[in-house]
């Protein structure tokens, strides 16, 4: 009886050992899935971009590393038939947002159709630049809790992924293939 | 009695050591389920992301022998350079790697120009198949077959004895570019000459009763290159110039890149000019769009006001007697970017015609703009021909295009191309 006791008891351990260790494998591979969106999701989105509206320094040396980045998007907008839209990645708390939008001279801007918008530099008669209106605005990643930019052209995404009882860095750069 | 109680309690440890048994196989079998579900949880990542990989590169590598077969292919190259919508396709299976194939298409958005779509998949066991598209706009990079920066050139060269660039009491302005001629230019009996850049000849440069301003903006037209200056600063004109080169034109071989074979693919070749007045009426006002050939010389008369988005050529001259001719490059087709006059003899604005637009306008032997008083001419682009000759007192501005004059003689002009392909645009597909 006692031996059976003692032989349960040894069982139930090594099994809320191998919980707990689960558990903790889970959230690491969560962290490390948030973490692996974000970067593709950037990356891909960077690498089809034909411009960068924020000012990056080219390296963490050269100024502060920027915590959002704000560019056109060069998805679907070529050759002719596509849109002239904008993608914003920044940090609200650790989730990672993208927001999409367009600018335009059309009044309501929300409204707009499509073939009003314009780029983000244009200037109407009175030299007024166009407002800029949101299209969507989706979390792609969560428990991000640092993000920061730099370089020209070849950006570097580093991000920090954490919960309560990790943290991971992850790092990558990307090519603005259309970028001139 | 006391060997059946011995033997129940036997019975009952048993039970007892079964249950114990069984009980740490269920909490093994946990603990195994828990492991093995993280593990396949974590294969099934990495092999996704293997897959994202290996398809992305098969991609680019469908789209690297793309660029490779447009360079060294003959047909693909043919079909490439010669055709405004053609198609090409290929692919490997197995690409590269085991599991792993690519498919490619080539669709021609222009003449030169292209979409590269390249479709890379890898199979991931047997079930499932990572996929990635990869969509690239390419372009034939384009020469510069007219470097110079003349907003009227005069070529000299054979023919006519006479194959200078002359002005006859003419008020001339020429923003952003230069008069440049291989033989003489001549400002003769009041004329007025305002040349924003320089002033060159192959021989000499005579200013008779008249006054000639180069290098200078003498009216600022917002280029911050050429700011404004001070009135009639005068120049010291450069003559004794090397040669420079006209640019040449296929005009009307049997390459399908002739401006001749074009016409004819568009269904708007006239061998006559009389055919093609039939679908212009006389007091009209028409607009065409693409390219044009009349297999004659052609006479803008009767009042014809014709709009030409593209291009406008003749075998024989073209003259605007009494008419108006306004060429513009189209806003879309095939010839986006270019606009143009070609004759293989002269072009001549006539008195009661009205000229202008923005476009190349390319005589192989005379351009010719007569003295008016009922129009001016505010025309972009340039002149390019043998020689020229203007007379006022018809007010001519001319903006000197560069852009216009090269992407235009790129499509039509023999100079040789650059076996160099542009990437323009690069996307994925989702």
Known sequence: ?180 | MSKLKAQSLKQKKAGYAMIIVLIIMLILLAVTYLFSDSLFAELAIARNNKGAQVSFSLAEAGVQEAIFRIRTDATTRQKFMETTNGVSTFSHNPALINNGSYSVTIQNTALRAATITSVGNYRIGALRTARREIKVGIAQASSTPYPYDGAIFGGGGAGESIADIDFWYAPVQIFGGSLLSNRDINFRWGSWANIEKAVEAGRDVTVNWSISNCECSINDDGDPETPQCSDSPGCTPLENQPNKTMPPVDFDSTNPGSIKSRAIVEGHYYAKQKDFKDIFPKWSDRTFTGVYYIDESFDLDYGRTMRMNGILAASGSINITLGQLFVNPPTSGPYVGTAGVFTQKDFRVGTLGNFGGRALVYASNRNQIDSSIPYTMDFTGGFLGRRMWISGFRVVNIHFDADIINSTLNLFGLAPTTPVIEINHWEEEY
Request: with cysteine; net charge negative.
């Open chain 1, 1 to 180: 009886m006692t031996i059976g006791a003692l032989i349960i008891m040894a069982t139930y351990g090594v099994y809320n050992i191998s919980y707990k260790t689960y558990k903790k494998n889970f959230a690491s591979a969560e962290l490390t899935q948030n973490a692996r969106i974000a970067l593709e999701r950037m990356s891909r989105d960077i690498r089809q971009t034909t411009e960068i509206l924020t000012a990056l320094p080219e390296d963490p040396g050269a100024g502060t590393p920027s915590s959002e980045i704000k560019f056109q998007d060069g998805h679907n907008f070529w050759p002719t038939s596509g849109q002239i839209q904008y993608i914003t990645y920044s940090l609200s708390g650790t989730d990672l947002h993208r927001k999409l939008s367009h600018f335009t001279f059309t009044t309501p801007c929300e409204t707009a159709p499509a073939s009003t918008w314009v780029l983000w530099s244009t200037r109407d008669g009175n030299n007024n630049l166009p407002a800029e209106c949101t299209d969507s605005d989706v979390v792609k990643a969560e428990k991000i809790s640092s993000l920061q930019l730099w370089g020209v052209k070849v950006i570097t995404i580093n991000l920090n992924v954490s919960d309560e009882t990790s943290t991971y860095q992850f790092e990558t750069k990307s090519l603005g293939r259309n970028i001139q």
